[in-house]
């Protein structure tokens, strides 16, 4: 019966490199959460009081604020650590 070949190589290790690990910058939660609350209370408030007197002139792009603020936040929590 042949005889088994055997292995020339070593095991696999991984290479010997430290990783740092990435932290996120202490603002960036705060703001983000703070822009989802914005965008939240700026819709809310358009629909409680339309006829404010900064609220109601800009009528349907109150919408469109608030949602930017939302998605700012989101985008923001897409880079948090």
């Known amino acids: 019966m ?3 070949k055997t292995r020339k190589k070593a ?3 991984p290479p010997q490199t430290t990783q740092q690990v990435k932290m996120s910058p202490r603002w960036l939660a705060p703001v983000m959460v703070a ?3 914005i965008g939240i209370l700026w819709i809310a408030i358009y629909y409680v009081a339309p006829t404010a ?3 109601g002139d ?3 792009w109150n919408l469109l604020i608030g949602f930017v603020f939302i998605i ?3 985008v923001l929590s897409t880079r948090w650590r």
Request: glycine share 6%; charged share 5%; net charge positive.
């Open 53 to 55: 007197p900064f609220i």
């Open 58 to 60: 800009l009528a349907n």
């Open 2 to 4: 042949p005889k088994p």
């Open 35 to 37: 822009s989802w609350i």
């Open 72 to 74: 700012f936040g989101v």
């Open 11 to 13: 095991v696999y290790t």
